[in-house]
């Protein structure tokens, strides 16, 4: 395989410059890498916005999950509501005092697209896209299969 393609599938380079981009949001609000994902992910979730939601994603594993949680409700960024359908379900709801940090990570990432994507055209961004999910479907399909073999 191409070592640049390499490069785009392991993602290696594009999270420690994540990482750098979010290191001040770190010791500003007292939070972890797992607290500012879930964050983002509750932002951009709609109904999805559930732990196992969060875990389906293969990013964290449910006990790191669970702790980030823990954290983010004591520090008030986030409420737990009970399904009105389903008692065992439990939703994950950011509250106002999440504001000010979610409007920080949508700008991070605006910038962040910026950079990773200058120089590309509309079109070869969404020729990514597609190759990307085609990707991911391939990956998923290799796991699933891989699981129950």
Known sequence: MEQSVEVLLYGSKFRKLY???ILDMFGDYHLKKIDVEILYFLHC??????????????????????????RMEKQNLISLVQDGNDRRC??????????????????????LRKVIFNGLTEQEIE???????????????????????
């Open 19 to 21: 990482e750098k981009q």
């Open 45 to 70: 979730s709609g109904n999805n916005n559930t732990s196992k939601d969060i875990v389906h994603l293969n990013m964290f594993t449910k006990g790191h999950i669970s702790q980030s949680v823990d």
């Open 90 to 111: 439990t939703h994950l709801v950011l509250t106002k005092e999440a504001d000010d940090i979610i409007r920080r990570i949508v700008l991070l990432r605006e910038r």
């Open 127 to 149: 020729e990514l896209a597609s190759v990307s999910k085609k990707i991911e479907k391939n990956i998923n399909d290799a796991l699933w299969t891989a699981e129950y073999e």
